[in-house]
């Protein structure tokens, strides 16, 4: 192919495309590292409002004395589902995360 500057000023236009092109797709990648993050923070301020909340459930069983039956207690039950469901996504956002730098 020809470099000289008639091939250039035709071909200026797809240049540019190609350009804008790129860009656009590291904005995008580097927006969605941003959200990956953000919902990795926020799920994990979530694990830790849960966790106390399974940690008062325990303090209050054991004070009644129920402390044999703790994993019995269907409230403790569903806390740590849903501690469980946390992690999950807080592992998936993560191993995501990691793919994409790579």
């Not at 590291?26 to 399974?54: C, M, N």
């Not at 269907?74 to 469980?84: A, C, E, S």
């Amino acid at each position: 192919m020809e470099t000289d500057i008639k091939y250039k000023l035709r071909h200026l236009g797809d240049m540019f495309l190609d350009k804008i092109t790129g860009l656009t797709n590291q904005v995008k990648a580097s927006g969605k590292g941003i959200v990956l993050t953000y919902s990795i923070d926020k799920d994990k301020k979530e694990k830790d409002k849960l966790t106390s909340r399974i940690g008062r459930r325990v303090i209050i069983l054991r004070n009644k004395g129920e402390h044999q039956n703790i994993m019995n207690d269907p409230v403790l039950v569903k806390l740590f589902y849903r501690l469980d469901t946390i992690q999950d996504r807080i592992d998936n956002y993560i191993k995501e995360r990691k793919e994409r730098q790579n």
